[in-house]
Each structure stands twice: as structure tokens, then as C-alpha cells.
């Protein structure tokens, strides 16, 4: 089971009833957050999470509302007595934009690892999270999010019977280790079944539609994507600025196969934005109008039927 919150919905600034976008997950004891711009833990703090477990932080791009939140953050992770490592994900550049962003929070309890995004996509596994970075169209580089908990195979019972496998060896198989003993070499592929259905989450923000966001969505159980603006008056805009209306959104949404899609950062200016949705949905029907805090506990499917 995968926690999700989006714990904010707006762009470029903070407002009294919506914070910035940011997304936080839950996995197996560890938390993950995508973006943190100014109020991100105070959002945080309003869910009721904590800042402790966070191991992974990925940066969409260095806009002020994606990242000016972070020394603040930092600051109370360390006063929460956190000493393990903390990565921190994102374009070329971020070690040095988060050393200017420390020069608040200099001094810490615990070490911070980069990871510096250099090619169109990358795909890498960090606490039990299997993360697919991919570029997007804003006008400075910026990433999406293929957030993945991947599934093995049942044990197969019979299949180790057969093939005598020492029992006290059957955990550490079901883990994915390899055993020898005797000379004997034991896999885990000898008594796994075939890889499970997992789970998959998708978070993109600050882009125009691309053919990397429908490929990287596919078939996600959830897509968090960007729709800075309702009114169809602002197409224009949204070209120019290199943003997304709801109704690309939704089209990208429908095109990947997904399960549900939730939009969020919106405009400032853009203060009900319930009132699109009877029309976003005619494209997409199982899209939703993100807002803070809003959350899901994404499950497996063998979970969802209990």
C-alpha cells in the first residue's frame, strides 16, 4: 500500500486557502516528497505527517514555488533529530542551488546526497521506491515523476518442495537473495512466480503537454498533473508561458490509459476550480480537482479485494 497526499494546489505563490503544489508519499517507513516550495511544512504539519521518515526529495525544476521551502524544511528535520542521509533529486545544478538555499541552514545532523538529473530520462531505485525521472517543456529544465512500488511474484510452495530446497533458505528467496550452500547455488527465480501488478503514481507540473508525459503515465493507478488554468480564454497564455489548461491535462489523462486524474497547480487568479470540471470530465470522466491535503491509499490489487 502506497500513501499519497498532495499537500498543497496552487502556483507561483502561496495563498491564505491553498498551498503550493507538493506531493508526499508513504511507503514501508519511508517517505518520499516531490517539490517544496514556501509553506510546504506547514502543510505538512496540518496533515498530521511527519518530517522524520523523509529519505527522498525530487525537484521538479528551481522555481522559487518548487524549492524556496526547502532550508526551512531541512531545518526542522534536523531539529526532529534526524541523523540518516537524506537524497535530494533534481536537474544539473541542484547541489549548488541547494548550497546557496543552506546558507539559512547551514549546519545539520545529518549528511545530504545529490542526484543531478543529466539525460532526457533516468530510472533509479531508492528506498524501496522505483523512481523514473523524465523531461518535460517549461522554460527552464524541469522533470516529471514515475513513482513505481513493484510486485514479485508469489512463492511457489510445490515448486520448492520438488527442487528440495533447504526451508531455513525460503525467506531469503522470497526476499530476492541468492543462496549457496554445498555448492549448491539457490535463486529466487526457482520458486517465484511471474511479477505481480504493482503500483504506479505520476506527478508532472509546469510543462506543455509532451509525448514523454503519455509515455511515462501509462496505465498509471494515478496521474498528478498541472492545469494552471480552467478558462479556455487562457490557452494563449499557457502556451506562452509554457503551462497546461485543465482540457490538455485531461487529454494527456485519456491518451495514457490512466486510472484517475487529479489536477493541481493552479493560477492564483484561478480561485473555483470546480466550476470546469463538468467539462474536463467530458474528455476524461474520472478526473478530479485537486486540493490540499486531498489523499488516497493506493493498493494492490489482491489489497483492494479484501
Not at 514479485?152 to 520448492?160: H, N, P, T
Not at 476550480?273 to 467530458?282: A, Q, S, Y
Amino acid at each position: 500500500m502506497l500513501d499519497v497526499c498532495l499537500l498543497g494546489s496552487g502556483g507561483m505563490m502561496p495563498l491564505p486557502y491553498r498551498w503550493l503544489t507538493a506531493l508526499m508519499t508513504r511507503y514501508n517507513g519511508s517517505s518520499l516528497l516531490i517539490d517544496c516550495g514556501e509553506g510546504t511544512q506547514i502543510a505538512i504539519k496540518e496533515k498530521g505527517w511527519s518530517f522524520k521518515p523523509i529519505d527522498v526529495i525530487c525537484f521538479t525544476h528551481f522555481h522559487g514555488d518548487h524549492i524556496s521551502g526547502l532550508p526551512g524544511l531541512l531545518l526542522t528535520m534536523g531539529n526532529a533529530e534526524r541523523t540518516e542521509p537524506l537524497t535530494l533529486v533534481g536537474p544539473r545544478g541542484l547541489e549548488r542551488v541547494v548550497t546557496a538555499l543552506r546558507v539559512i541552514a547551514p549546519e545539520l545532523p545529518f549528511p545530504i546526497e545529490f542526484r543531478e538529473l543529466t539525460k532526457p530520462q533516468e530510472e533509479f531505485v531508492l528506498n524501496g521506491y522505483r523512481i523514473r525521472a523524465f523531461r518535460v517543456n517549461h522554460n527552464v529544465t524541469c522533470y516529471g515523476y514515475a513513482i513505481e512500488i513493484d510486485r514479485a511474484g508469489k512463492f511457489q510452495l510445490e515448486q520448492a518442495l520438488k527442487l528440495e530446497i533447504p526451508k531455513p533458505f525460503w525467506n531469503r528467496l522470497q526476499k530476492g537473495e541468492t543462496v549457496e550452500e554445498g555448492g549448491v547455488v539457490y535463486t529466487p527465480d526457482m520458486v517465484m512466480g511471474a511479477p505481480r501488478k504493482g503500483i504506479k503514481l505520476v506527478y508532472c507540473t509546469d510543462t506543455r503537454p509532451t509525448a514523454s508525459i503519455v509515455e511515462n503515465a501509462r496505465n498509471a493507478d494515478l496521474f498528478i498533473c498541472e492545469g494552471m488554468y480552467g478558462e479556455k480564454d487562457k490557452q494563449a497564455k499557457a502556451v506562452e508561458n509554457k503551462h497546461m489548461t485543465f482540457y490538455e491535462a485531461a487529454r494527456l489523462a485519456k491518451e495514457a490509459g490512466v486510472s484517475e486524474l487529479w489536477l493541481t497547480h493552479y493560477s492564483p487568479s484561478l480561485t473555483r476550480p470546480e466550476e470546469f470540471m463538468d467539462e474536463v470530465r467530458r474528455i476524461f470522466p474520472r478526473a478530479k480537482a485537486g486540493k490540499d491535503r486531498k489523499s488516497v491509499e493506493l493498493k494492490f490489487e489482491d489489497e483492494e479485494n479484501e
